[in-house]
Nanobody
């Protein structure tokens, strides 16, 4: 089992920045990819960014050049640095972790970007 706890959401004006953190605990040795998804009201949950154990990353086109995903393996934490935020980035952001057999989710953290 893996537990994920997110932090760092909040309210920010358009053009501002936020940094999300996700601390993992439990059977973290089994994880091969971690990342972030988001879900806006009335929309489906969508991929934002992922980072593999190799260090390779993947981003949604809508956030490329603005968001950066990173990880600190010593602290079992993955981060999402969000710059140049737009009102359309408003959503609940979920931390995600995957092993070969399982997918884990955090409880979500709200990000609201005002225009």
């Amino acid at each position: 089992q893996v537990q994920l706890v997110e932090s760092g959401g909040g309210l920010v004006q358009a053009g501002g920045s936020l940094r999300l953190s996700c601390a993992a605990s439990g059977s973290i040795f089994s994880l091969n990819v971690m990342g972030w998804y988001r879900q806006a009201p009335g929309k489906q949950r969508e991929l934002v960014a992922t980072i593999y154990s190799s260090g390779s990353t993947n981003y949604a086109d809508s956030v490329k050049g603005r968001f950066t995903v990173s990880r600190d393996d010593a602290k079992n934490t993955v981060f999402l640095q969000m710059n140049s935020l737009k009102p359309e980035d408003t959503a609940v952001y979920y931390c995600n972790a995957q092993s070969i057999l399982y997918i884990y989710w955090g409880q979500g953290t709200q990000v609201t970007v005002s225009s």
